[in-house]
């Protein structure tokens, strides 16, 4: 049995096949090759995608009343980055191999290491650790991942800077320089006035952003997980000195609480402190998933003190401190607690987590499906709708209920194949209802006529349902949709 559960459980490579083969990512300019840490979102992709943006652009601004939305720019004026610490601290440790002239990411090439041999633990946790520490074992203990050398030539670790930049304009001098942004973040804080004055919030209050960023990372791998350009879901929390801690624990608890809305299981998060903490920060911890490559972060919470707000009141020479206005004489620089999700990981944790091959056999006979069972609000597709035959008025009635639906849920229509094996291609991109037009439906004397049988993806259980009720009763299923739980 052991063998039977390796062969039918989710591996990176199986979500990668299922991604390219069902339209939901593919390899960015595959015809030349493919670019590194590039990636298209194709035809379902895009929806899977959108939904999980919206339902957290839901759940953080409409469930949240203190909470408002941004969207800044992607160029930000330069200085932005010099203030935020990202021109001379935003860097990665990166050693190279002397033999192959591969670049490695220091710290990970010793975390990868470690996890697959423990008993060669460096004794302190890897973001703890010196460049020269983080060297000398290198040295010490790691052949090249390319080449495979025993040798173990290396450069020494130095710092690796991950923006990507250009010049805007005609002239490419420092005058005109500009980076793509590396985070979303920096556009709230430099807005924080503007919103504060247009929409008159009041301390405590977030910011929400959804927006790409780009990082020139020293190595791209893992499908989607670690790319060149990401999307980010961000929120600031802007809070009174003094009430940081409690604010920032209100939003661990919150974001954790997100997770397990949409279907993933306590057992597979997990929590990471930061032992190491960025320049800004006052405390931070990582929501980690696990994915078939181990426990990896897909949220980042930060307590970042005053020091974004600090450092762009000193380096625009503009006032960004808070007037409270019950109060006037109470004047300060506000805290700030942050909430950083990566959509794109995201989008893989919740493909991984809803994959399986489910053994549906009967007789001690085996058959396998591959089904998403993805939450029917992320599904990229919400409903299918399936004429049994070609013929007899069946499709053209099909046609007409797939408009009776779209107005209020993504639909499709397929009329190629056995209805057995249409049920599996939809089961396999995650459409959680099937709608199954027959000759009963079109039979004006039968008992089941202008009624249709509604398939449920999970269960796969069937029902009647009039075409009338059938909006109603798959707004109901939705809203009382619960997660699949598997062992």
């Not at 041999?117 to 290198?138: A, Q």
Request: aromatic share 12%.
């Amino acid at each position: 049995m052991a063998n039977e559960k390796d062969e039918h459980a989710c591996t990176l490579d199986k979500i990668i096949s299922l991604c390219k083969r069902r339209g939901f990512v593919y390899q960015a300019s595959e015809i030349y090759g493919g670019q590194a840490g590039a990636w298209d979102y194709g035809p379902l992709g895009v929806e899977f995608k959108r939904n999980i943006q919206n339902e957290w652009w839901h759940y953080m601004t409409q469930l949240h009343d203190d909470v408002v939305g941004l969207d800044s720019a992607i160029f930000q004026h330069h200085t932005t980055w010099k203030a935020s610490g990202h021109a001379d601290h935003f860097s990665d440790p990166m050693i190279d191999c002397l033999e192959c002239q591969a670049r490695h990411r220091a710290d990970k090439m010793i975390e990868d290491f470690v996890a697959a041999n423990p008993d060669k633990d460096p004794g302190k946790p890897v973001d703890t650790m010196s460049h020269e520490e983080m060297e000398n074992y290198i040295k010490a203990n790691i052949n090249c991942p390319v080449c495979g050398s025993k040798e173990r030539k290396y450069t020494a670790v130095r710092e690796f800077n991950l923006m990507f930049k250009t010049y805007q304009g005609p002239i490419a001098d420092e005058a005109h320089l500009i980076y793509l942004r590396p985070e979303t973040c920096q556009g709230i804080f430099t807005d924080f006035k503007n919103i504060v004055q247009s929409n008159r919030m009041k301390v405590p209050f977030g910011v929400a952003q959804v927006g790409k960023s780009f990082r020139n990372e020293i190595i791209f791998k893992n499908f989607i997980f670690r790319t060149a350009e990401f999307e980010q879901m961000e929120m600031e929390y802007f809070c009174k000195p003094g009430t940081e801690d409690e604010t920032f624990q209100r939003w661990r608890d919150d974001r954790w609480k997100f997770y397990l809305k949409y279907g993933i299981p306590e057992t597979q998060l997990k929590w990471h402190h930061h032992d190491k903490l960025a320049h800004y920060a006052k405390d931070a911890y990582d929501i980690t998933y696990n994915f078939p490559i181990g426990f990896e972060e897909i949220e980042g919470i930060h307590s970042r003190t005053d020091f974004d707000l600090s450092q762009h009141m000193e380096y625009s020479k503009k006032d960004m401190s808070y007037i409270d206005p019950d109060d006037p004489k109470n004047r300060y620089v506000p805290y700030v607690v942050e909430t950083s999700a990566g959509l794109n990981r995201n989008f893989l944790m919740f493909l991984c987590e809803a994959y399986e091959e489910q053994n549906v056999g009967t007789d001690g006979k085996d058959d396998y499906r591959t089904v998403l069972h993805l939450h029917p609000k992320l599904a990229p597709i919400t409903v299918a709708v399936l004429p049994l035959m070609k013929k007899d008025g069946l499709a053209e009635k099909a046609k007409d209920i797939q408009n009776l639906l779209k107005e209020n849920f993504v639909t499709d229509y397929d009329q190629s194949g056995t209805v057995g094996k249409r049920y599996r291609r939809q089961d396999e991109v995650g459409t959680p209802f099937c709608v199954t037009v027959d000759y009963d439906t079109m039979d004006s004397a039968s008992e089941n006529f202008e009624t249709v049988t509604v398939r449920n993806r999970d269960t796969m259980e069937q029902e009647r349902v009039m075409i009338s009720e059938l909006n109603g009763y798959l707004f109901n299923a939705i809203a009382n949709y619960k997660p699949v739980v598997r062992a």
